[in-house]
């Protein structure tokens, strides 16, 4: 087994999240545009949505929808409408590719460690929106925290999920004061259309045969089943914990685990061809070609 490597969670999420399911990633940029462009409408109409206010100066009058081209297709935005005169978020559709990127990045961000109003704050800032107050930042913060949590705890029953990779990450925090290395512990699963979806993701103190047991249930619980193929690196806890929660899956060791291991098999001059000639077996289009290629090699 090979060391565990320190690497920036948020990243790695993002990485698989924009490469992810687009239903996903659709769902939840809309869900954050849609929120800032409401909490917008409502400070420019000095109340938020339904509320009786003297400081009250417009009235929100219903939505017009209006697409929204991404790498993850096209969103339908509601678009609030005011009573007097007009409203247009710039910074959403006239920077299309800047607050895309905001946008996926604190999805990834908030999949990972919740929403918080410090975050909101910042891609508040960062997108150029300058009518928010405190409160609404922190009201906002709430409301976007409770759907990421639901989201994070939805029912996978619904989806068919064949192949599942496993994988911890090793992440500093902050603990009473002082940085500590966590685990954070991620399963990756492939659906029906054929789309990487995050699973889960959990955080441990030690990365064990408990902690990925209580994970890996944690997955079932919320109505994982049919996997028929888990791919991990070769740690004994795991590989024993995935037989246990997930009976009946096949394991295949994590391709890149295997090929770091093999490397260091071999003369260091010898590296790089080995590493060449190892990739072309992986590279092969069907299974009959897959072994003609490992047979030559």
């Keep these: 087994m090979a060391a565990p490597v320190s690497v920036d969670g948020a990243a790695f999420l993002r990485e698989h999240i924009e490469s992810a399911s687009p239903d996903l990633l659709r769902t939840m940029v809309k869900t954050f545009a849609e929120a800032l462009m409401s909490a917008e409408a409502d400070a420019l109409c000095g109340a938020a949505y339904g509320q009786r206010s003297d400081e009250r100066v417009n009235q929100r009058d219903g939505y017009r929808p209006r697409d929204w081209d991404t790498r993850a297709g096209t969103i339908e935005l509601a678009i609030p409408k005011l009573r007097n005169g007009s409203y247009f978020p710039d910074w959403l559709l006239q920077h299309r590719r800047r607050a895309e990127q905001a946008l996926v990045s604190v999805v990834a961000t908030a999949y990972l460690l919740g929403v918080s109003t410090r975050r909101v704050e910042k891609l508040v800032e960062q997108l150029g ?34 192949f599942v990779w496993t994988d911890a990450l090793v992440v500093k925090v902050r603990e009473h004061g002082r940085t500590v290395n966590v685990h954070a512990l991620v399963a990756v699963g492939v659906n029906a259309d054929g789309q990487r979806e995050v699973l889960g993701l959990d955080v441990a ?93």
């Excluded at 300058?130 to 989806?159: C, T």
């Excluded at 990365?207 to 791919?231: K, P």
């Design 129 to 162: 929106i300058a009518s928010l107050s405190k409160s609404q930042v922190s009201e906002m913060a709430a409301h976007l925290d409770a759907q990421v949590e639901a989201f994070r705890n939805r029912p996978l029953d619904s989806g068919h999920y064949t």
């Design 205 to 297: 103190s030690d990365e064990d045969g408990a902690g990925w047991l209580a994970f890996l249930r944690s997955l079932t619980a919320r109505g994982l089943s049919g996997v028929n193929l888990v791919v991990s690196d070769a740690h004994r806890g795991l590989v024993s914990a995935i037989g246990a929660a997930l009976p009946g899956a096949a394991w295949q060791r994590c391709r890149t685990h295997y090929l770091r291991n093999l490397l260091t098999k071999v003369p260091k001059s010898a590296q790089p061809w080995v590493a060449t000639l190892v990739r072309t077996v992986f590279d092969q289009p069907d299974a009959d070609s897959v072994h003609a290629q490992y047979t030559a090699s």
